[in-house]
């Protein structure tokens, strides 16, 4: 079974400019999580998917972050226009929980690291 | 809002001997989730083992095991009989039972283990 994948794995483009974040999770995993770990700070959630839905994304830095699940599959997270201080790892992680267990494991992607000069 | 505090930037241990990382929360909830997720240098986090807060039992899981302490706050992660594979950053996460954001991981800064033949 193939794990989380994200694309593009590095990404280094100029402020101003627009970048699109992939991640697909596992096969059948209907919660999808973003985070992201800028140099020297913790990791910090994001938003959470729940199939298509958002279900929290309270994690989002401001409106210049885009995140979309299509049809409850691969997901995107666009940031435009970036800025330098969104330089950092981003990170995509899927779990499989359904009903009230809220204690799953959540698998994560390799990251992608986007450097913003 | 909950934090969660890992006061070791780094540990060394030599290999097959035991260290243990420390991790302190913060939270106001009753019911919640623990987590010690380790990242090895090809940076894919995989989750190392899980606390349930309702369970007094300290959670094991081969060579490692967790020293949870609800009312101290207090979740440390003993490895033992170290080897040259827990070579690592860890990091300590905290996660509600429910409420809108159920599915946030919240993390600890890491601690970078380095493990010495």
């Known amino acids: 079974e193939a794990g989380v994948t994200q694309f593009p794995s590095h990404s280094v483009i100029e402020k101003g400019q627009t970048v699109t974040l992939r991640c697909d999770p596992i096969?059948?995993?209907?919660?999808l999580y973003w985070y992201r770990r800028v140099m020297g700070k913790e990791i910090k959630f994001l938003l959470h998917f729940v199939k298509e839905s958002k279900q929290d994304e309270s994690g989002m830095p401001n409106n210049r972050f885009l995140a979309e699940r299509t049809g409850g599959t691969y997901s995107t997270l666009k940031v435009q226009p970036a800025e330098l201080e969104d330089s950092g790892v981003y990170f995509c992680?899927?779990?499989?929980?359904?009903?009230?267990?809220?204690?799953?494991?959540?698998?994560f992607g390799p990251g992608t690291r986007l450097t913003v000069t | 809002a909950q934090t969660v505090t890992q006061s070791q930037p780094e540990m060394s241990v030599q290999e097959a001997e035991t260290v243990t990382l420390s991790c302190t929360y913060d939270?106001?909830?009753?019911?919640?989730?623990l987590f010690w997720y380790k990242q090895p240098p090809s940076r894919q986090m995989i989750l190392v083992i899980r606390?349930?807060?309702?369970?007094?039992q300290n959670a094991t899981e081969n060579r490692f095991s967790v020293n949870f302490q609800k009312a101290a706050k207090s979740f440390s992660l003993k490895i033992s009989d170290s080897q040259l594979g827990d070579a690592a950053m860890y990091f300590c996460?905290?996660?509600?039972?429910?409420?809108?954001?159920?599915?946030?991981?919240?993390f600890g800064q890491g601690t970078i283990l380095t493990v010495h033949p």
């Open positions: 996460a905290y996660r509600s039972a429910g409420g809108t954001s159920y599915g946030k991981l919240t």
């Open positions: 606390q349930e807060a309702y369970k007094q």
């Open positions: 939270t106001s909830e009753s019911d919640y989730y």
């Open positions: 992680a899927s779990s499989q929980e359904r009903g009230q267990w809220r204690g799953g494991e959540q698998y």
């Open positions: 096969s059948g995993h209907d919660n």
